[in-house]
């Protein structure tokens, strides 16, 4: 079963830098929770130190209640599936999986058996005696999951496991994943720059940047309501229009951009004439069908491109501002050309103001 | 094999492959191939004096290598020798090992470099003048006596060199680098992930060596041993410039013999030396389960 993480102020400086700063927050027990973000925004060394390769310069993590200083990753009730998978290249599959019993000297007939359960888990019966160079990558990528859950911990974490698979493979693994997760219970903690991943899989998930958590919440909260530019221009795509806040009516607030006024969703209160700027995803822009809308912009086609399920399309505003927006594919013929001139438009609730200042941009 | 030819035509061209095949034939017959026939001749004719040779008495014998056998002095120099690489080799492995495990795995950056120039610096200087200056810490009235002396752990000056305990001490310090270099080449392509994994899935320090990091070593403790075992074997500064005048050691035994026109002599127990050097090369390799493939890697 698994067990919460409980990370109280918890920092990590590595020679004066701070790789993460003031993550304070919970993980629940059995929960599917992912850390997102790109590169070196602290994630993997916050995954290290949940696991115990690191200890942290500051702060406290306990799991299951208990403080872990000073308990190393080998006592740990936690288990890590590396990016790389780190399988053991001279060890057959079974001994792979089973390396976690052996150490904690696991009868030999028990652990065969258990190592045949795991396996059957992992949906590969039958490939123990197998080298492990001789499986394919998605084979691997189980193999490591049935090593780490062969220890049963409490506590599972997963470094980008899926990030060499190819496309395919990698949706495919995804809901494994979900599966095994739900089937076993155990904490789930995933790290990934890969938005996809952290959204069909997660129950909830935080958005890192520069070692800090930006926001913290579920897939649809955060991709919905960013709270902070960076979550807003890193979760999912985004047209953004810079101005100054020129009045407020009720819960929305029109902005003054060189485009034109917009009408745009406050939900942080911004007051007069703060620099902010409106977050537009391209969904939720839509040709002028005659119907009055909030923000209307007559534009011109770029290009576009058909992606089968949607189209994506490259336009320019009156002063020259790209803009994109994506339509789904209707099957109807849109008549798109460029150069063609166009009207496009979006709700208030659709454009998201958030201040300026935040903005790592 | 015709694959090979062609492309070393290829790569070559048939003039430059000549001389390629010129050059190595000719250096493997003559520095190679002939000298070592040329001592296994000598060794398998007895010693005559020079009108007997050619006579009827000059027949292949095989009575130098039985004369080790009947010889009981020569029998326990040859085993001092066995014994004291095989204790050499073990002393620098255990020394080479965490030495190898802590440049290869945990040292970073600039810190890795200066270790290596460290370990490498000795070897700037000749092997003989470290013996020497091995002899200089340790004789009666050496550095370390000295030192002992005055801190007062001692009252009387040791004599460090009167065993074989000086000439191992010299040949581990003279041939630690045969041992850090191979073992740091293996250690160095482990993933440290794989570390990581198994210390993650519970294994204490001294099973992750002994499951993990070992295994993936074996090629480079194989070499290690091998090189070490063969240069302590083979050596004959340290126990000269080390050894006390009452041991002698089984190179001296040879050089003996040859300096005292036995050549024949010498040329047996030389080629039972080497001999001995390959039936350990061969159990080494038997033992980590290398093959000479992997020796390679």
């Given amino acids: 079963m698994g067990q919460d993480v409980q990370l109280s102020n918890v920092g990590m400086c590595f020679d004066e830098f701070w790789a993460v700063r003031n993550v304070d927050m919970h993980i629940e027990a059995g929960e599917f929770f992912s850390f997102l973000g790109p590169s070196g925004c602290g994630k993997t060394t916050l995954l290290r130190l949940i696991s115990g390769f690191l200890d942290p310069s500051e702060g406290v993590i306990s799991i299951n209640g208990q403080d872990m200083r000073g308990i190393g990753p080998n006592k740990r009730h936690t288990a890590m599936i590396f990016q790389n998978l780190a399988l053991f290249p001279l060890m057959s599959v079974a001994h792979n999986i089973g390396f976690g019993l052996e150490i904690k000297r696991v009868p030999k007939l028990e652990r065969e058996k258990r190592v045949d359960e795991l396996l059957e888990l992992v949906d590969l019966p039958g490939v123990g005696d197998k080298k492990v160079e001789d499986l394919s990558g998605g084979q691997k990528q189980r193999v490591a999951i049935a090593r780490a859950l062969a220890v049963e911990p409490s506590v599972l974490m997963l470094d980008e496991p899926l990030s060499a698979l190819d496309l395919k493979l990698r949706h495919h693994m995804r809901a494994e994943l979900r599966k095994i997760q739900r089937r076993t219970k155990v904490t789930f903690i995933y790290i990934t720059h890969d938005q996809g991943e952290a959204f069909t899989m997660s129950d909830r998930l935080a958005v890192m940047s520069d070692g800090k958590i930006e926001q913290l919440g579920y897939p649809d909260a955060i991709y919905n309501n960013p709270a902070t530019p960076f979550v807003a221009s890193f979760v999912g795509e985004t047209n953004t229009f810079h101005g100054s806040l020129s009045e407020i009516k009720d819960s929305s607030a029109i902005i003054d951009t060189p485009t034109g006024p917009l009408h745009c969703r406050n939900p942080q209160n911004l007051g007069q004439g703060t620099d902010s700027i409106a977050f537009v995803r391209p969904e939720t822009i839509s040709f002028m069908n005659g119907a009055q809308a909030d923000n209307s912009l007559p534009c011109t086609i770029d290009t576009w491109s058909f992606e089968g399920a949607f189209i994506t399309i490259q336009l320019k505003t009156g002063d020259g501002k790209p803009l994109t927006m994506r339509i789904s594919n209707r099957g109807a013929d849109l008549n798109l050309e460029p150069g063609k001139d166009v009207h496009v438009a979006f709700s208030a609730d659709n454009a998201l103001l958030l201040p300026k200042e935040a903005s790592h941009a | ?297």
Avoid at chain 2, 30 to 48: E, K, R, T
Avoid at chain 2, 92 to 103: E, F, G, N, Q
Avoid at chain 2, 148 to 172: D, Y
Avoid at chain 2, 267 to 292: D, E, P, W
């Fill in chain 2, 1 to 297: 094999m015709r694959k090979v030819w062609n492309q070393a035509k290829h790569e070559f061209g048939p003039i430059g492959l000549a001389y390629v095949l010129i050059a190595v034939s000719v250096w493997m017959l003559v520095m190679v191939v002939a000298p070592q026939l040329i001592m296994l001749d000598f060794s398998l004719h007895p010693l005559l004096f020079p009108d007997e040779i050619g006579g009827p008495k000059d027949v292949w014998t095989l009575q130098n290598y039985e004369i080790l056998f009947s010889n009981r002095l020569h029998m326990i120099i040859f085993l001092k020798t066995i014994w004291s690489s095989l204790l050499v080799t073990v002393f620098a492995l255990v020394i080479c090992y965490p030495i190898s495990y802590y440049i290869a795995k945990v040292a970073r950056g600039a810190s890795v470099g200066w270790l290596m120039v460290g370990l490498i610096i000795p070897y700037w200087i000749n092997e003989l003048l470290r013996l020497f200056a091995w002899q200089i810490i340790l004789a009666d009235s050496g550095i370390l006596n000295q030192a002992m002396l005055w801190i007062g752990i001692i009252s009387e000056p040791l004599n460090f060199r009167a065993g074989n305990g000086a000439v191992i001490l010299g040949m581990a310090y003279a041939y630690v680098l045969f041992m850090v270099f191979p073992l740091y080449n293996a250690l160095e392509s482990l993933d440290r992930n794989q570390v990581d994994a198994a210390r993650d899935l519970g294994a204490s320090w001294f099973r992750i060596h002994r499951r993990i990091v070992i295994p993936h070593a074996k090629p480079g403790i194989a070499i290690g041993c091998i090189m070490t075992f063969m240069l302590g074997a083979g050596t004959i500064a340290a126990p000269q410039l080390l050894g006390s005048p009452s041991s002698f050691w089984f190179t001296e035994l040879i050089y003996t013999n040859f300096e005292t026109a036995n050549w024949n002599l010498g040329a047996a127990y030389a080629t039972i030396l080497a001999l001995l050097c390959l039936v350990f090369m061969a159990i080494m390799l038997a033992v980590f389960r290398v093959s000479l493939k992997e020796l390679s890697r």
